[in-house]
């Protein structure tokens, strides 16, 4: 900006200086847009610390900083986000990264070795953040509690692990358990209880030993930079000025500068936390020219207390704040401390540690965001800002309703600063309290919040003050003035109660096009946070100590430390010392993952002359491109080249796995936003980021514009050949003779794999050759792919994968999407190639799992035992056909779960609509059918007025029993399993438990439900069902194994290592899995549909066994030698110690015109039960208990397939809870990243799980006697769809509502809310007028 370095003082810092891992950097000329993620990963090469959001909303980049602080001689430590911390703002700090503690050549560090031998890392990409946040706790904290380790996970994020194993790892750092294994009492248990190592169970029956753990000692961290504490003034004190090419950062050392700053550049922009700043410049695309750091502030930075209210400095962090109320509020009366108890509590909500750690309740305040959850407190309180500006001086203002002028904005001008804000203590006979809901409890912003305060008459209790302030119900925060005042008179009685019902309900409108949606559900809220409230004062004011109601009970659900038991069985009869099959082996880099040494896509270090590519996507979702033009785009002479459909031939343009219905780039029409319109190649990512804005693409809009799947209804929209057709027996006939004939639907949304680790692709032309790294499930068919657009033979091509960061079938096909025009951008412009879409990006245009409805009609008899059913089964495949064949082929075949129906008539129709293409998600289209079937036999018991757990007795298949398929089924273990849960969850005993409680609760709920699983193993197509393996033996013993799937998390590379140790009857430590590489195992499929280690279990048997027999006349010559020997005798006589390996399944003899024969290898069967508690006023629930048994055959690895189940439960738990994605009308995509869509966070699961694998049922159609267990334990995480289906029955039931009701599939919070319903929504849902378009629609 214009004369800002004229006007800053001559003596000036301009190099920034900080500690990293204990090294000094010094950067000469730092560029304020840097954050620290970006210097870490690309500069420093520091790869350890991911990327998962660049929003603060994964915690996959946690780091943590260390400040000296000089007046308490202390060092404080704090975990903060890498991927929004200003690089700018670390000048004398210290950042301590994963790598900075630990590493596997060294020395582990307690936290990295827990986490991995506990288990607690499946794919490893969100592990470093977590050792992380857990590493900073322990700095910070002796004697840590539980709630500790929640509350510092709380901004963590895992998709694979469900959490369990992590936190049971963790565990172990509580004052307890190492207090009792620091003493030399070996078997005296700890107060742990049963949890304690000591009395559970021996080493052998235990998924791990917590007795072999290092122990934890403080003492042994690394010390803080000297330097950082003898140079503090230099470092501290110094007024810094750092210029970059668009932003310049100053950090003034007085007031008087910083007022003179903003007075000569108003628009100058402060900047604390940087965590409104920071997702405004990387979402919005903000860019703020001057930003001016308080941190040198002194009135800025304090917390005073002064005469009836606390003064909060400006720049404050959340977390000093709340570890200062804490403190303080303690000191006070209750009465007194009430708006800062709400402070608290909320606080507890608001975000995660690593967000709270560095925000600021000023930078709330002033964000104005009318979803703040602190703004509708410090209204209600009536709390006052302290402004200062060089022309006005300081200037006092109450937050109140004319603060907040409109969306984002605020009564202050632009040269003001804002110095504190003063929140009151209150006295006499005022109430106050703040409620907030959310989608997810932890970490979510709200939905609504609410602040209520009253003032009663001390005398007379009558109401001499109101006010009801709301987060979420407007442009800004609002008073609901009207109502606040109508209480004023009043009684605090029921009377009171429906003046403001009546009241809030004329005053608080909202329509059905309101941003952000669910208008009924929020309008609901405001009344019935209300009633909440009411309840507590009532409580407080009318009962001398005797509680009318119980509060508690109505204001939150109770919070309860986790616990779990997996039960297996550990075989003993092993073939030789080596043997680890069935034993819980560690995943083979779970040390790596924690310590940040394992490898990704991205972390591949930069290459000389590396380039960047940038996708441009569409931004209409049904158009003609009418002009394209990237001349702006090619004005920086950093951006190389802008590529599009006119580099390509037709031909080469083609692209989709199997129908090729897709363009690499889009040539002409454009039939959803993910269509790419070409990529930007330059040298940077932030050159290429930018040019890919400026690329300039003008379209005409075409009809019909097809979202969601009622639109292809009315339009006809399906792909030829569907509906499909599939039938068994007479459904006219059955329908007929059946007593009872009963219809309904099933309907669900989208879900999003959410894999921490986005796309990413890295490409380098090699001569003629090009290699390929990319995440994909399917690095065959990359290759295949590359070669057909590059116009190249397949073996010029090689594609490659180390690992993913999670797939859960979203990288199976979808990753051509930016692998193909990586390649070819490597291969054009000769130079290396890389690619990462940002997690918006990412979840704009890769696809989903696909939305549902499933129409069914049904026919029973009186017993309920099921005649016939008719399905109609629409999926929304989007624009392109993808893989949805096979997907709803499988829902076709998933439809019955476990259900025996004699007469079946399935029709399904893959619906083609204007959004990306659906895609694979663990499960593929079963979870979603087998929904359905639970629909139905809980519609039949409802219908006959029975039990649905007896329906579902009765129609449970038995062994023999013929599918829908004609698949008879052998070895059925289905009914083993149900009843083991039934037995092992007390299933009739809770039951009854949970009958009292709602006969003695109205507004919280219990449900109970236990669903049975059927997984069908196989790919349904022969080609598909064939694997290969590489075995490389060298002479010092080493082995190296390939085989043509990858790792990305699921352990499929741990296990052919104990499968090949097994094999060759070496221990495991012999044998390496490096990479799966397409010049080592050619064509192979895709690693999906939970068939890996059957496949390729079988064909490193089979390549164990050709190098076996080599080395046989070895082993025979010297019987008691050593493997070594062997190998090396064997080479001394020149045989190959090389040999491949492949399966291939027995034939699949079905015949789909005659729906006859086996589809399926053999089938995964479990049951779960769970029970939940729900809220009916505000829809929230909990899973207080699950208990899964699950048939996995003889396991490979317990642990592994524990984490399995465990993992597939919690990520089935948030498709029927808590994660949906939100479309427009139009189709464009409003859940674009970790703040807006809601995986199950830490707290979200259940507070008991307990896992079992069914003893005594080897499996003897796989590998060592195994099944397969990715996808199928997925489904039972519908026991908590249905047990909260339970839970509102009963609420209904009390108020009157018919209890056969329709509940879609995610179970939100709104839904369950307005599905429980009463007089408040009763009285709200008349009101919301309906106006234009929705805001979003159900796709
Ligand atoms: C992952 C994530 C989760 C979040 N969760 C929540 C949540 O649960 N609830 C919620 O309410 N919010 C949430 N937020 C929003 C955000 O964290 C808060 O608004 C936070 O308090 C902002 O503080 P900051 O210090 O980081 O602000 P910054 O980004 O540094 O600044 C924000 C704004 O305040 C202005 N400002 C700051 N200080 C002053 C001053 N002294 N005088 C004048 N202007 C000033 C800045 O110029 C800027 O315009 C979340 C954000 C993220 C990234
Ligand atoms: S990458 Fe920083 S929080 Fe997600
Ligand atoms: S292990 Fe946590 S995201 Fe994969």
Redesign the pocket.
Known sequence: MDGLEDFLPQCRETSLVFFVNGKKVTEPSPDPEWTLLWYLRRKLQLTGTKYGCG???CGACTVMISRYYQVEKRVKHIAV?AC?MPLCALHGLAVTTVEGIGNTQDRLHPVQERIAKAHGSQCGFCTPGIVMSMYALLRNKSNIKYDDIETALQ?NLCRCTGYRPIVEGFKTFMEAWEGVNNVNEPNKPCSMGNDCCRVSKKDDEELYSKSKFMPYSPTQEPIFPPELVLKHDSYAKSFLYYRGKNVMWVRPQTLEELLLLKNKFPEA????????????VKIKKKIYPILIH?FLIGE?NVITVADGFVRVG??V??SELEEFLKLYSEKCSSAASQVLEAIIDMLH????SQ?RN??????????A?P?????PILMASASTLT?SSLDKGIRKTVIDQSFFTSYRKVN?TDN????AVDIPLIEGMQFFKAYKQ?RRKD????IV?AAFSVKLDRNTQLVNEAKLCYGGMGPTTIYAEKSSNKMKGLYWDKHLIKIVFDSLTDELQLDSSVPGGMADYRKSLCLSLFFKFYIYVLNKIKTNGVKLVDDFELYEISHRTPNSTQCFEIKKNVKSNYDTIGKPIVHASALKHATGEAIYCDDIPILHEELFLCLVFSTESHARITSLDPSEALIDPDVIAFLSASDLTKEQNKMGPILKDEEVFASEIVTSRACVIGAIVAKSETAARTAKDLVKVAYEKLQPLIITIEDAITYGSFYSGYPNLLQKGNIVKAFEVANYVKEGYIRTGAQEHFYLETMSAFAMRKEDELEIICTTQNPAEIAMQVAEVLEIPNHKVVAKVKRLGGGFGGKESRSALLALPVAFAAYKLKKPVRAVLDRDEDMQVTGYRHPFLIKYKIGFDNNGKIMGALFEIYANAGNSMDISNSMIERASLHVDNCYYIPNVQIKAYLCKTNLPSNTAFRGFGAPQAMLAAEAVIRDIANTLGKSYEEIATLNLYKEGDLTHYNQSLQYCTLSRCWHECIDSSKYWQRKKMVDEYNRANRWKKKGLAIVPTKYGISFQTDVLMQGGALLLIYTDGSVLLSIGGIEMGQGLFTKMIQVASRALNIDISKVHINEMSTDKVPNSVPTAASVSSDLYGMAVINACNVLNERLEPYKIQKPDGKWEDWVSAAYLDRVSLSATGFYSAPKIEYCRKKNSGNLFEYFTYGAACSEVIIDCLTGDHQVLRTDIVMDLGESLNPAIDIGQIEGAFIQGYGLCTMEEMLFSPTGEVLSRG??AYKIPGLSDIPKEFNVSLLKGAPNPRAVYSSKAVGEPPLFLASSVFFAIKEAIKSARNDAGFATDFTLEVPATCARIRMACEDHITEQVKPTIKSKGQPWNVVP
């Open positions: 929003e603060g909303g986000n929004l901004g922009k402060i900047v604390v936390g940087n965590t409104e700043i920071g997702v405004e308080p800025m400006a720049a962090t959340l909500w608001f975000a995660g967000v560095v925000a600021s309740l000023v930078g709330n305040i002033m964000t965001s979803i703040s959850d602190l703004n402004l202050v003001e600063v804002v110095l959310a970490d979510d912003i709200s919040t970790p703040g």
